[in-house]
């Protein structure tokens, strides 16, 4: 059985409800742009769940419940990066460094962000391929489908509820200077304290959300409870000055890192639909040849099976470079990437098939600017994107 079809013409929790009471074993893909979710079920149950959204990969999902540490799971990933086989999870168990029902907390959390999101998504398409499918990760673990719709699309409403108060992400609160209504003293909880004390005027409430140790959900209503209080006041609009490590990272490295990731993925993707049989092996070692020339950029990142590189890895070695010559070479050493592999496309499979590639890469890019534009756009990169897919 196959069922197609697009996200605002369809009910998305009845068509994964009749997978799962009709006991069906397979894929469910669901896509959205260049950003793709699956969720695997078999004989009904949904047994795993996967996203290309770097902040619902399992890693990132166990660091913001608090259940590993950033350093550690930085450490992990770049030892993951030479066992390709290897799931990070399986990693973290053997290690020591989580217990087995840390995992499936993890695992459990991660499914609920996935589900979540996807109930948010405003359109795209979805497949349902039938069909025998490996167990990911080598670890079953048994999801309630209906008690995570029944949730996320709770949390769906919570959301709704605290974008009335927070409407944008790149908002900046800040402290009131002042107790309200003249008072002397206020009480306020720990995970509110927590909060409050990393409100600087300076930081966005999506750093906030990316610095606490809660999840974004929960961070936002402790900052409305905040407002409630009198304590915060409302976001401001407006730029922030760029003054420290942490704003660099989230502000620069990352957009810029997304950026070519999508580009790497594209073109790992497409080349796929040439010669499946050959390609992995030219993209491969295409990209192994810039890594050995820029081996402070590279060194411990691997080429993923879908063609992207480890952001996280990426950011951390991005960060050792001296800041005045930081993005010239982060910008330049992904370039150099894309490069190769249009170069290797050409010479393997002709000058055809490279311009077809660079030319619906082309659109990839306009997306993703669209999406960062007040980013990417500042930073000024479409030109070295374009001159690397030689358009």
Not at 97 to 113: F, P, W
Not at 186 to 207: F, R, Y
């Amino acid at each position: 059985m196959t069922l197609k079809g697009d996200l605002e013409t369809v009910d998305l929790p009845g068509v994964m409800g009749m997978v799962a009471e009709n006991q069906k074993t397979g894929i469910f893909t669901v896509r959205r742009g260049m950003e793709e979710k699956k969720l695997y079920f078999k004989k009904g149950r949904l047994i795993f769940a996967s996203s290309t959204n770097e902040n619902e990969k399992l890693g990132e999902v166990l660091q913001s419940n608090g259940l590993i540490s950033r350093d550690k799971l930085l450490e992990v990933r770049k030892e993951q990066s030479s066992l390709s086989s290897q799931r990070l999870g399986m990693l973290f168990l053997e290690k020591g460094l989580i217990s087995h029902d840390d995992l499936v907390s993890g695992l459990k959390a991660q499914v609920n962000s996935i589900i979540l999101s996807l109930l948010e998504w405003w359109g795209g398409n979805f497949e349902f391929v039938e069909g025998d499918i490996p167990l990911p990760g080598g670890i079953s673990v048994g999801f309630d489908l209906k008690g995570i719709i029944l949730k996320a699309t709770d949390s769906a409403d919570e959301w709704n509820r605290v974008r009335s108060r927070i409407p944008k992400m790149e908002g900046v609160p800040r402290l009131c200077p002042s107790l309200p209504s003249g008072g002397k003293k206020v009480t306020i909880s720990d995970e509110q304290w927590a909060v409050a004390s990393q409100i600087d005027g300076l930081k966005t409430v999506e750093e906030l959300c990316y610095l606490l140790p809660f999840p974004d959900l929960h961070t936002c209503k402790l900052i409305v409870a905040l407002q409630d209080m009198g304590l915060v006041e409302e976001e401001l609009s407006g730029e922030v000055e760029q003054t420290d490590e942490f704003f660099v990272e989230r502000m620069q490295l990352k957009p810029l890192i997304h950026l070519f990731n999508e580009i790497l993925r594209f073109i790992h993707r497409r080349a796929f639909d040439i010669d499946r049989n050959r390609v992995r092996d030219l993209l491969e070692s295409a990209y192994l040849e810039v890594a050995g020339e820029e081996a402070s950029i590279f060194e411990g990142v691997n080429l993923a099976s879908d063609g992207s590189l480890d952001a996280d890895i990426l950011t951390a070695n991005a960060l050792t470079v001296h800041p005045d010559f930081r993005l010239e070479r982060v910008v330049g050493a992904l370039s150099s990437v894309v490069r190769r592999f249009v170069e290797v496309i050409e010479q393997k499979f002709g000058k055809k098939e490279r311009d077809s590639i660079t030319k619906e890469a082309r659109v990839v890019v306009d997306f993703v600017l669209h999406q960062n534009r007040n980013i990417l756009q500042r930073l000024g990169i479409k030109e070295d994107v374009e001159v690397a897919l030689g358009t």
